[in-house]
């Protein structure tokens, strides 16, 4: 090839390498997650305030160290001569001294790191050369920048930042407590959980966390501080585990191009998930563990395979033991055990029968157990009720169970959608309450999606941004027209033809409707504002997002400009829906600027 014919090509890995990494990647996506996670940790320890003093200096090094190896491969490949290398180089040099002194002056530097990380996704999506595997390329960029929205979440956020139950480390009570309790005594509570603050939960997620904060603080030597805060790369990991189950969701069912990228996109950057990503309580790993209950259920409704039976029942029995609520995956799923159960007596008669009994017998001596020990051995030891919840007190300022159940679900009045932010009572500077509780909980539920508690006009980081308001308020109806879109095309799909099973459709529809229905129960049982939040149903986002792909997989062809109109609507609204994300989130994040 001579030098004319090489300049022509694209500068970047060869397809070869592409091809592999691609695929290393798709079959092994929560490994490299986890690898990177905790590549990563080291450098931020969970939040800006614990970054190493030499983070920067090895950062340098590797920027430096990538921008020699271009500068070579240009050269070796014959692209630029030795004088036009050197020249390069020196003004590399030059330009990153530049920029560290500049950054080093920031009083945050996480703005810069979200873009840089953004700029690093799009250049390795550049250079990498691949035919057959483009569609998952375009899929990793997707994946790879929401990736580098929820680490610069976390990297801003400080592990009691916009928590939900996790009081402090230090304390007795709250997750944090409980993380440290088993930290400190090696064991798990020994007493009647009903009289401490959220350790009636069950522990996995609790005891896998203490183990993290014992291996960074006693081997590894990180600080008291930063040993807990680092708890948030977990999170982090959890986070993407639930967005990267999704995407493998939709491509059990062979969704490609626009009907694969669209709802990806909505599921990649929904707040929900970015939120998920820096809470450390056990919502977030319970939530990765019912979803991937649902993918491997999916998986074994088409071939029956042992193995992922015995996925579904770890799956199940682990989600459970991080939180009770993760049963609510189990009822879709004995459905369609059921069905299949059924199905295989007509076909194949009693022998068949008999296996799967046996098959389901083994899920039960996994699941049941691994689910239920926790509450099992506190009601033996101390009569806790296995479906103990633990209630607020009506006295509470968002006690909301004066107003009749019925009212607050079917009161639409206007001044709910005055504000895009969820509404708490609150006191003012003369002691007095103004504004009022949350009380529709579908209200509540479209607004908290999108900014959980904690993000309302108040919020200094919204202040920075010009006309945050106004962005806000667009985002909130934005969020609403894709969720209507999402639920119509749901019930719509559900009841027609759409190249889903009677089974499919039911394992989806009975799962999103179990935790709608659940929600309004708890809406009910627990009149309080904080009852009413997403973090609940989030896993309706996917199923949502799942039937908008499945909708534009079945888009007729027959009128090509209908159907390309349509996915052109679809993909801006999807994208604009991840930018105002990006702004939100990036903005929300930034600290008040320090005093002069």
């Given at each position: 090839?001579?030098?004319?014919?090489?300049?022509?090509?694209?500068?970047?890995?060869?397809?070869?390498?592409?091809?592999?990494?691609?695929?290393?990647?798709?079959?092994?996506?929560?490994?490299?997650?986890?690898?990177?996670?905790?590549?990563?940790?080291?450098?931020y320890?969970?939040?800006?305030?614990?970054?190493?003093?030499?983070?920067?200096?090895?950062?340098?090094?590797?920027?430096?160290?990538g921008?020699?190896?271009?500068?070579?491969?240009?050269?070796?490949?014959?692209?630029?001569?030795?004088l036009?290398?050197?020249?390069?180089?020196?003004?590399?040099?030059?330009?990153?001294?530049?920029?560290?002194?500049?950054?080093?002056?920031?009083?945050?530097?996480?703005?810069?790191?979200l873009?840089?990380?953004?700029?690093?996704?799009?250049?390795?999506?550049?250079?990498?050369?691949?035919?057959?595997?483009?569609?998952?390329?375009?899929?990793?960029?997707?994946?790879?920048?929401?990736?580098?929205?929820?680490?610069?979440?976390?990297?801003?956020?400080?592990?009691?930042?916009?928590?939900?139950d996790?009081?402090?480390?230090g304390?007795?009570?709250?997750?944090?407590?409980?993380?440290?309790?088993?930290?400190?005594?090696?064991?798990?509570?020994?007493?009647?959980?009903?009289?401490?603050?959220?350790?009636?939960?069950p522990p996995?997620?609790?005891?896998?966390s203490?183990?993290?904060?014992?291996?960074?603080?006693?081997?590894?030597?990180?600080?008291?501080?930063?040993?807990?805060?680092?708890l948030?790369?977990?999170?982090?990991?959890?986070?993407?585990?639930?967005?990267?189950?999704?995407?493998?969701?939709?491509r059990?069912?062979?969704?490609?191009?626009?009907?694969?990228?669209?709802?990806?996109?909505?599921?990649?950057?929904?707040?929900?998930?970015?939120?998920?990503?820096?809470?450390?309580?056990?919502?977030?790993?319970?939530?990765?563990?019912?979803?991937?209950?649902?993918?491997?259920?999916?998986?074994?409704?088409?071939?029956?395979?042992?193995?992922?039976?015995?996925?579904?029942?770890?799956?199940?029995?682990?989600?459970?033991?991080?939180?009770?609520?993760?049963?609510?995956?189990?009822?879709?799923?004995?459905?369609?055990?059921?069905?299949?159960?059924i199905?295989?007596?007509?076909?194949q008669?009693?022998?068949?029968a008999?296996?799967?009994?046996?098959?389901?017998?083994?899920f039960?001596?996994?699941?049941?157990?691994?689910?239920?020990?926790?509450?099992?051995?506190?009601?033996?030891?101390?009569?806790?009720?296995?479906?103990?919840?633990?209630?607020?007190?009506?006295?509470?300022?968002?006690?909301?169970?004066?107003?009749e159940f019925f009212?607050?679900?079917?009161?639409?009045?206007s001044?709910?959608?005055e504000?895009?932010?969820?509404?708490?009572?609150t006191?003012?500077?003369?002691?007095?309450?103004?504004?009022?509780?949350?009380?529709?909980?579908?209200?509540?539920?479209?607004?908290n999606?999108?900014?959980?508690?904690?993000?309302?006009?108040?919020?200094?980081?919204?202040?920075i941004?010009?006309?945050?308001l106004?962005?806000?308020?667009?985002?909130?109806?934005?969020?609403?027209?894709?969720?209507?879109?999402?639920?119509?095309?749901?019930?719509?799909?559900?009841?027609?033809?759409?190249?889903?099973?009677?089974?499919?459709?039911?394992?989806?529809?009975?799962?999103?409707?179990?935790?709608?229905?659940?929600?309004?129960k708890?809406?009910?049982?627990?009149?309080?504002?904080c009852?009413?939040?997403?973090?609940?149903?989030?896993?309706?986002?996917?199923?949502?997002?799942?039937?908008?792909?499945?909708?534009?997989?079945?888009?007729?062809?027959?009128?090509?400009?209908?159907?390309?109109?349509?996915?052109?609507?679809?993909?801006?609204?999807?994208?604009?829906?991840?930018?105002?994300?990006?702004?939100?989130?990036?903005?929300?994040?930034?600290?008040?600027?320090?005093?002069?």
């Amino acid at each position: 090839m001579s030098k004319k014919e090489q300049n022509k090509q694209k500068i970047g890995l060869s397809s070869s390498v592409t091809d592999k990494f691609v695929r290393s990647l798709a079959a092994h996506p929560y490994l490299w997650t986890f690898v990177i996670c905790i590549f990563l940790d080291p450098f931020y320890l969970g939040a800006e305030g614990n970054v190493p003093p030499n983070a920067l200096f090895l950062e340098t090094l590797m920027v430096l160290a990538g921008g020699f190896s271009l500068l070579y491969y240009l050269y070796k490949s014959q692209r630029i001569n030795l004088l036009s290398a050197g020249a390069f180089a020196a003004a590399f040099v030059l330009c990153d001294v530049f920029f560290l002194k500049w950054y080093s002056s920031l009083y945050t530097k996480g703005i810069v790191l979200l873009f840089l990380g953004f700029i690093f996704m799009i250049g390795i999506y550049y250079f990498a050369r691949t035919k057959k595997y483009k569609e998952n390329l375009n899929s990793l960029l997707i994946l790879g920048m929401s990736f580098v929205l929820k680490l610069y979440y976390v990297y801003m956020s400080s592990c009691y930042t916009r928590q939900h139950d996790v009081h402090a480390f230090g304390q007795e009570s709250g997750h944090a407590g409980y993380m440290e309790y088993i930290l400190f005594n090696h064991k798990l509570p020994d007493f009647d959980v009903r009289d401490v603050w959220q350790y009636c939960h069950p522990p996995l997620h609790h005891i896998i966390s203490a183990c993290w904060i014992y291996v960074n603080e006693n081997l590894l030597g990180v600080g008291h501080n930063p040993a807990r805060e680092s708890l948030q790369t977990l999170t982090l990991f959890y986070s993407m585990c639930i967005v990267i189950t999704a995407y493998r969701i939709l491509r059990q069912f062979d969704l490609k191009g626009a009907a694969l990228y669209i709802p990806t996109i909505i599921i990649a950057f929904h707040p929900a998930f970015i939120m998920f990503s820096g809470s450390i309580n056990n919502d977030v790993l319970s939530v990765a563990f019912m979803m991937g209950a649902f993918l491997c259920t999916v998986r074994w409704y088409r071939e029956q395979s042992f193995k992922d039976l015995i996925k579904i029942a770890l799956c199940v029995g682990l989600g459970m033991m991080t939180k009770l609520s993760a049963a609510l995956v189990a009822p879709p799923i004995a459905i369609v055990f059921l069905i299949v159960f059924i199905k295989k007596i007509k076909e194949q008669g009693s022998a068949a029968a008999v296996k799967m009994i046996k098959e389901f017998a083994i899920f039960g001596v996994i699941c049941v157990p691994l689910g239920l020990w926790f509450e099992i051995k506190n009601y033996i030891k101390f009569k806790v009720p296995i479906m103990y919840v633990q209630e607020m007190p009506k006295n509470a300022t968002q006690y909301i169970g004066k107003q009749e159940f019925f009212r607050r679900i079917t009161d639409f009045s206007s001044k709910q959608i005055e504000s895009p932010f969820e509404q708490w009572l609150t006191k003012n500077d003369s002691g007095n309450y103004v504004g009022y509780n949350e009380y529709n909980p579908l209200v509540a539920l479209l607004k908290n999606s999108l900014f959980g508690e904690y993000i309302n006009e108040g919020n200094y980081g919204l202040s920075i941004l010009p006309k945050s308001l106004f962005l806000c308020r667009m985002f909130f109806w934005v969020g609403v027209v894709i969720a209507a879109i999402c639920f119509f095309l749901m019930v719509f799909n559900i009841s027609n033809k759409c190249g889903l099973t009677p089974t499919e459709k039911t394992l989806f529809g009975s799962f999103y409707a179990l935790l709608i229905i659940n929600f309004y129960k708890m809406s009910k049982d627990y009149p309080f504002t904080c009852t009413m939040n997403f973090r609940y149903i989030t896993p309706t986002v996917i199923i949502g997002a799942f039937f908008l792909g499945i909708t534009l997989k079945n888009l007729s062809s027959e009128d090509e400009k209908t159907e390309r109109a349509v996915k052109i609507a679809a993909g801006s609204l999807a994208l604009l829906f991840a930018i105002m994300s990006v702004i939100i989130f990036a903005f929300v994040c930034i600290p008040a600027p320090p005093e002069s």
